[in-house]
């Protein structure tokens, strides 16, 4: 059930699997059903955090993304709570929540983060393969270690195993560096791509960089997603491709009220009254970083300063869609989800954003309804997708396919589209990619020292779901 068995291979012959449409709509002529289960291809932007207030705030600013709004078909999501990327991310591509799919947040509470390996289910490249169909994959959560599937993976890690400092013609040695990218071959074209310190000082955002630090700065990792992706797509007929861009949410943690009117309003009425909310901040959690302008409190003069960083950072988004835009022809549907949105803290308002659990869905080309708008569950995503793709989701799945948006054939399910493989050891000590995660997460504000996710900024990532050992009842910790 549902696994990547050697017995598949038989139906993976060279190009066999591109006569199963034809197939399939002969089939369905011959059953009269009104809608054949005909395939598209469907390419998924996954931006982190991205937000409707800030699409609708500066829809003057983003061309790409306001015509994508306002052409194409969207949603508002639901999502599910707690409000984390690593859970949001793996139910966005299985279909399953978190006690299913086994991803629990970025840490498992006893300092272990999460990785690929912890995934109990399949996600929509796993099912593909199974069907000799091919996938591209840039830089999604939770796919370190890189998936084995038939098309190509850059793992979310990928990033991590090449610090500034070293030479992206260096060969990986370490073993780690290895299961980053699938196959390994990819490896050395996508450290081709790694953006330098000369392009990051250059682009708009390069001021954000220098405050920042360059591998801090969510830059240089979104910009590799994204040309690992405009490289491959081009170049494969994969039928499935996703690239990941994480900025939007980096950066809001820490700079969305400053953009917020009424945390301008206030700020430009006292200004004292940012210094006095940092101050009480650091009292009760001394070990947290200091925040921006923390040190001199921010005032009304240094507010355009500090309102921009949010806004930048969503015109590079907008870039980012133009540029897929540009290598994703009209017959593909080209979607772009956030895990959640953003609204000002509501315990550190001056201070921090925190994630909002509503986010952005929104489709154009391919089998997309023009100027169709729904809510939606975040559960909805992947059967939608499993249905554009012409794949059987699980019948187990919670959410549905969203026909109200797409032009949907019917493809009846498989029961399930979990995993067995509780029992995967996933390694102890620590990688290189751990430690670099951390000391991003670190940054953010997100850890403590100790590594425990920080209840100090955001109140939704203080819970960790503890998923349990296989056969007994999944339970969740405040
Ligand atoms: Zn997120």
Redesign the pocket.
């Known amino acids: 059930m549902g696994s990547l068995g050697p017995d598949i291979e038989g139906i993976r012959a060279p190009g066999a699997h591109r006569l199963w449409p034809a197939f399939a709509l002969a089939l369905a002529s011959v059953v009269g059903c009104v809608s054949p289960p005909e395939r598209s291809r469907v390419v998924v932007v996954g931006m ?2 991205l937000e409707y207030s800030a699409l609708h705030r500066y829809a003057r600013t983003l061309p790409n993304l306001s015509a994508l709004l306002e052409a194409g078909a969207h949603a508002e999501v639901e999502v599910t709570s707690p409000i ?2 690593p859970i ?2 793996t139910t966005i591509a299985s279909g399953y929540p978190a006690e299913v799919h086994g991803i629990g947040g970025w840490t498992n509470g006893r300092g272990k983060s999460f990785t690929g390996a912890d995934v109990q289910v399949e996600r929509v490249w796993d099912a593909l393969t199974e069907q000799g169909r091919s996938s591209v994959l840039a830089g999604w959560l939770m796919t370190w270690p890189a998936p084995i599937i038939d098309g190509q993976a850059l793992s979310d890690r990928f990033v991590w195993a090449y610090p500034m400092s070293r030479r992206t013609d260096q060969p990986a040695v370490d073993e780690q560096l290895k299961v980053t990218t699938f196959p390994d071959s990819l490896g050395p074209i996508a450290a081709g791509l790694l953006p330098d310190a000369a392009w990051l000082a250059a682009s708009p955002l390069g001021y954000q960089v220098a405050e920042y630090g360059a591998p801090s700065h969510p830059l240089r990792r979104d910009e590799l997603h994204v040309r690992v992706f405009e490289r491959l797509w081009p170049e494969t007929d994969a039928d499935f491709g996703c690239v990941y861009v994480n900025g939007a ?1 980096q950066v809001s943690h820490a700079y969305w009220p400053f953009q917020d009117p009424e945390t301008q309003r206030v700020i430009r009425q006292d200004p004292t009254a940012h210094k006095r909310a940092v101050d009480g901040l650091l009292r009760r959690h001394p070990t947290r970083a200091m925040p921006p302008w923390g040190e001199k409190g921010l005032t009304g003069d240094e507010l355009g300063e500090a309102g921009r960083w949010v806004p930048d950072y969503y015109k590079y988004l907008d870039s980012v869609l133009g540029r897929i835009q540009a290598v994703v022809d009209d017959d593909t549907t080209l979607i772009v989800v ?3 949105g953003f609204k000002v803290s509501g315990s550190q308002p001056l201070i921090g954003g925190q ?1 909002r659990g509503t986010a952005v869905f929104a489709a154009v080309g391919g089998r997309t309804k023009p100027g169709a708008t729904a809510k939606m569950h975040v559960y909805d995503v992947a059967p939608t997708l499993y249905a554009l793709l012409g794949v059987p989701a699980g019948a187990d799945m919670p959410g549905h396919a969203r026909d109200d948006l797409f032009d949907l054939g019917f493809v009846a399910p498989v029961p399930t589209r979990t995993l067995e493989r509780g029992a995967i050891e996933v390694g102890e000590g620590e990688s290189a990619g751990d430690a670099a995660l951390r000391d991003q997460l670190e940054a953010l504000g997100y850890l403590d020292e100790e590594g425990r996710p920080n209840a100090a900024i955001g109140e939704s990532r203080s819970k960790t779901i503890v998923v349990a050992p296989e056969g007994s009842p999944p339970a969740t910790t405040p």
């Open positions: 982190d955090g984390m990327s949001l991310w949410d956030s895990d959640h994630h």
